[in-house]
Each structure stands twice: as structure tokens, then as C-alpha cells.
């Protein structure tokens, strides 16, 4: 054997994965310089042959997986070590289910872009009750109005809704930090109720507010409603005096009547061209 030449060696290319889980404190997806990693969070790498090893963020919240082999990868964060009261804002293949899937070769063999974003989460609830004075407070012996359908439109636009139950509370859990607004859908309140109280002062069947480190738990967006009626009807030229109008009494058109409200305000209309006015929607 004078000749040997057999003597070779392989050497496979490799790359990494890397690199941080972050608290998104305003929610965007992006990691803002005031926003910190979050240390301590066991990271799980699928391999290409479908073992999985581990590694812990670093107290800056970064983490690396080095010295990887071409091929396809699934990150995957252990949600067990996340703080609690957490809701994810991002992942780099966007399926906000806590994991994402990449491939590292020689057009991307170090992928440091495998990032997870956590916003810290609240809630907004809770009540939409039957003001049976009027006051703008529930009062003990004032109940909650159960099946009414609660919209909540979220920060990116979309709009998520849930019911009050049988005391007429309802709640929003889980949410991410930032603006929202909510509103009654009028179409499930029971008929003849007229919006008494809501929680930003504007009576439209809707409230704005905002959850962050400060608020994160908003329970206080209330819906008051008052049973109304209506009161009316008839000015008429009362002819032969017997204070029932007949059948050739007419109404007297364009009288302006005054009604004196429960706080004391007066509110007016007219009577139309049959003689006739009407109230309506009145508490």
C-alpha cells in the first residue's frame, strides 16, 4: 500500500439561532429601547432529526443556540417560565403560538432574527344594570340586565365580544396593554330603556379607555339604562264644551307644550296639524 489516498476529511457548514424574548410594554410588536428582555425563559430547539435541546435567556432576555447544522428548525418558548400575566405580540412566522419554524443554509446560516414578544395583559369589565332612578348609580336594589352582547374593538381594529351574565357583569380577560373601546349592542337590551350612565361621560352606548401599567385592570366601564315611557296627546277645540272631543272636534294645530321634567328642566314641543304631541323616551 505505497499510495493512501483515502485519507480524507468532512466538515459540515454551520450556522445559529438566536436571539431574544422581550416584554413589549406597549404592545406593537416591536421592541422599543424602553422595552427589556425577559431573563429566565427556557427556549426549546426541534432539530432536523427531531431531537430537542434547551436553553435559558440570558438576564437581558437573549438566547443562542451556535454551532447548528443546515436545516429546518422550530423554536418554541416553554411558557411555563414566562412571568405571569403575559399575552404574546409576536413571533417571527407570526402564529403567535409561542413557536416559529426556520431554516438556516448558506443564504441564512446564523438566524438571529427569532425574536417573541410578550405584552403584560389586563382586563376591562363589568357591569350593564337597570337605573330604575335614573341616577347615573347602581343602587343594592338595582339588578344587572343579563344577556346583553358587549363589543370590545382591540387595538389593532378587530373586535371581540362576550355576554353579561345573569347579574348583568361582563368581563374581557387576558387583553394586552394599550386603547380600546367598548359598546353595548343596543339590539340585545331589553325595549323602552333609555342610557342613563357610561363610564367616559358620553352617552352613546359606547366608552373608550386605555389599560397599561397604571390601569391594567379597567372594571369600571358600566352601561346604565332607565326604563322610559312617553306622555301625550291631544289639544282640540272643544266645541260644545263637554271636555270630550268628537267626532267634528279638531285638534288645534301649532300649541307649544311644556313639560317639566323630574330634575326640574323643561323640555317643549308643538302640535302637529291634527292638534296632536307626544313625548316620547321619557324616564
Known amino acids: ?14 450556522g ?3 436571539d431574544t424574548v422581550w416584554l413589549d410594554l406597549d404592545g406593537d410588536g416591536i421592541q422599543g429601547p424602553g422595552e427589556s428582555g425577559i431573563g429566565g425563559v427556557v427556549i426549546e430547539l426541534e432539530m432536523p432529526d427531531g431531537t430537542v435541546i434547551t436553553t435559558t435567556t ?11 447544522p443546515f436545516g429546518n428548525y422550530t423554536v418554541t418558548v416553554d411558557t411555563t417560565t414566562l412571568p405571569p400575566d403575559l399575552a404574546q405580540t409576536f ?30 395583559v389586563g382586563s376591562i369589565g363589568d357591569t350593564v344594570w337597570l337605573d330604575l ?12 340586565i343579563p344577556g346583553i352582547v358587549i363589543e370590545l374593538e382591540l387595538p389593532d ?3 371581540i365580544t362576550t355576554t353579561t351574565d345573569s347579574s348583568g357583569m361582563y368581563l374581557f380577560p387576558d387583553l394586552p396593554y394599550g386603547s380600546y373601546t367598548v359598546t353595548v349592542d343596543t339590539d340585545t337590551l331589553p325595549a323602552d330603556l333609555a342610557q342613563t350612565f357610561d363610564a367616559d361621560g358620553i352617552l352613546n352606548n ?7 401599567a397604571d390601569n391594567p385592570d379597567d372594571l369600571d366601564q358600566d352601561f346604565g339604562y332607565q326604563p322610559v315611557g312617553s306622555i301625550g296627546d291631544t289639544v282640540w277645540f272643544d266645541s260644545d264644551g263637554d271636555g270630550v272631543q ?36 321619557l324616564p
Open 133 to 144: 332612578d335614573g341616577d347615573g348609580v347602581q343602587d343594592p336594589s338595582e339588578s344587572g
Open 246 to 281: 268628537g267626532p267634528g272636534e279638531s285638534g288645534i294645530p301649532g300649541i307649544v307644550i311644556e313639560l317639566e321634567m323630574p330634575d326640574g328642566s323643561v323640555i317643549t314641543t308643538t302640535t302637529d296639524s291634527s292638534g296632536m304631541y307626544l313625548f316620547p323616551d
Open 1 to 14: 500500500n505505497v499510495d493512501d489516498l483515502d485519507q480524507d476529511f468532512g466538515y459540515m457548514p454551520q
Open 58 to 68: 440570558s438576564p437581558t432576555g437573549t438566547y443562542l443556540f451556535p454551532d447548528l
Open 91 to 120: 413571533d417571527n412566522d407570526g402564529g403567535f403560538d409561542n413557536m416559529s419554524n426556520t431554516t438556516i443554509d448558506f443564504d441564512n446560516p446564523d438566524d438571529l432574527d427569532q425574536d417573541f414578544g410578550y405584552s403584560p
Open 16 to 18: 445559529s439561532i438566536g
Open 157 to 159: 381594529g378587530s373586535i
Open 206 to 212: 359606547s366608552s373608550s379607555t386605555t389599560i397599561d
